[in-house]
């Protein structure tokens, strides 16, 4: 089955969203019990943690951690975003750079001014863009940046959305209230579909669709480790309560060639396998056997398969026992945490 499609559906009573892309399992956003990434509280500060720079928040759905604070008490109110999913057991992270993000447009408060995404390179796409975004954004205090999905999309589409994100902030801006609550709820999956997957594609609502569309077979393989990478080579992606290993194998293949191949296979492939698993955290990468003159080519290739992922992943680099190690933001739930 070629060509993108995206199916909106749930598993179980869950919500859920799949993207296929020519029959293969792209991407999957799963809804948990966790506080969805997105969502803005009224927090109070608890306690803060010596030498860490951060401190202990009060909210609606329990304690949350802020990094980097400086000037705050206990007992004080402060407005904060959930940034991420906490490993099971631990704080909520969450950040005081408020964002308000939709489709086309994001609102920065802190940081005032009209941008538009550097991929949108014509020049006369990028006036008629800012002509837009100047109107909107008319007499407000707010920065505005225009996503690369602006792109030939419809003007009004894109001034209606800027609006609604310019409305939405200002109320959650100046509610004066210093008690804890829930502000703005985060986004589910099938809003999240709609925000992030931009590209052409078919899009399935209907009930039910996820088995005829293929996805509960690729749901069903993700919750495998194993994940096969083509001439007999394969890894095994496994989180851990520390870290998620992820082991290369070459298989049958014995040329001199076979750990290279195997782990160039694995720098394409690896993206996409903790994307539709949900994974996150410190990345340990035991690769297949390989001349140190290789790494480079390796790390080229890592580097461009993540460049496309929209999860931040940070490659930090080799360790003295040959792993490669990678830190790669909670943005989604585990799957095996969600279908457990």
């Given at each position: ?9 749930h598993?179980?009573e ?6 296929m892309v ?9 809804d948990?019990d ?5 969502t ?5 500060a608890?306690r803060?943690v010596k ?15 802020l ?9 004080q ?16 992270p ?12 994001i609102v920065?408060?802190?940081?005032p ?6 991929s949108?390179?014509?020049d006369?796409e990028?006036?008629?863009?800012l002509?837009i ?7 407000s205090?707010?920065?505005v940046i225009?996503?690369?999905?602006c792109?030939?999309?419809?003007g009004?589409?894109i ?8 409305d939405?902030a ?5 509610d004066k209230?210093?008690e ?10 099938h809003?999240?579909?709609w ?6 594609a078919?899009v399935v609502?209907?009930a039910g669709s ?7 077979e690729a ?8 994940v ?5 080579a ?6 851990t309560?520390a870290l998620?290993?992820?082991?290369v194998?070459?298989?049958?293949d014995?040329?001199?060639?076979a ?8 720098a ?7 994307r539709?698993?949900?994974?996150g955290?410190?990345?340990t990468?035991?690769l ?7 790494r480079?080519?390796f790390e080229n290739?890592?580097?461009?398969a ?15 026992l ?12 585990g799957l095996n945490?969600?279908?457990?």
């Amino acid at each position: 089955m070629k060509g993108r499609t995206i199916i909106l559906d749930h598993l179980g009573e869950v919500e859920a969203a799949a993207l296929m892309v020519d029959g293969k399992l792209e991407d999957l956003i799963v809804d948990s019990d966790a506080p969805r990434p997105g969502t803005i509280y009224r927090a109070i500060a608890d306690r803060p943690v010596k030498g860490q720079g951060g401190m202990f928040l009060k909210t609606p759905d329990g304690s949350a951690f802020l990094r980097q604070i400086k000037g705050m008490s206990p007992g004080q109110s402060i407005l904060v975003q959930v940034s991420g999913f906490a490993e099971p057991g631990k704080a909520i992270p969450v950040t005081a750079k408020i964002l308000f993000k939709s489709r086309y447009a994001i609102v920065t408060p802190d940081a005032p001014g009209l941008n538009i995404s550097r991929s949108i390179k014509d020049d006369a796409e990028r006036d008629r863009l800012l002509e837009i975004v100047n109107d909107a954004a008319e007499g407000s205090a707010h920065g505005v940046i225009l996503r690369s999905s602006c792109a030939e999309a419809d003007g009004e589409e894109i001034a209606d959305d800027i609006a609604a994100m310019l409305d939405l902030a200002g109320k959650v801006l100046e509610d004066k209230s210093t008690e804890m609550e829930v502000l703005s709820e985060g986004d589910g999956p099938h809003v999240l579909a709609w925000r992030e997957w931009t590209e052409a594609a078919e899009v399935v609502t209907d009930a039910g669709s996820f088995e005829p569309q293929g996805v509960m077979e690729a749901i069903e393989a993700a919750q495998s480790a194993f994940v096969p990478l083509g001439g007999g080579a394969s890894m095994y992606v496994e989180p851990t309560r520390a870290l998620v290993a992820v082991d290369v194998n070459t298989g049958s293949d014995a040329s001199l060639a076979a750990g290279i191949k195997a782990n160039m296979a694995c720098a394409r492939a690896l993206p996409r396998a903790l994307r539709v698993r949900g994974l996150g955290g410190q990345i340990t990468l035991d690769l297949a056997p390989m001349p140190k003159k290789e790494r480079r080519p390796f790390e080229n290739a890592l580097r461009a398969a993540f460049r496309s992922d929209e999860v931040e992943t940070t490659l930090v680099g080799w360790t003295p026992l040959g792993h490669y190690e990678l830190q790669r933001k909670r943005a989604r739930v585990g799957l095996n945490e969600v279908l457990k």
